[in-house]
């Protein structure tokens, strides 16, 4: 599993199979999405710039905010 990360008050962790939990961060444990990338992940994602690096076995994704070209 790569090191949890926070954004907008939730939780995120990320399995090595690829599948990412967004968790609330409440008294009583809560899933509130689930993505699956289908590879395998074993590197924590990095955060810079207000964009979400994620890197498989194969690619890298880069995830930010709709409408940010930079």
């Not at 008294?27 to 590197?43: G, K, R, S, W, Y």
Request: glycine share 4%.
């Amino acid at each position: 599993m790569t090191s949890p990360w926070a954004y907008n008050d939730l939780l995120f962790c990320q399995n090595e199979k690829g599948k990412t939990y967004v968790i609330k961060p409440v008294p009583e444990f809560e899933v509130l999405h689930e993505n699956d990338l289908d590879e395998t992940c074993i590197a924590t994602p990095a955060i810079a710039q207000g964009k979400l690096f994620i890197r498989t076995e194969t690619k890298l994704y880069c995830i930010s905010n709709r409408g940010d070209s930079s």
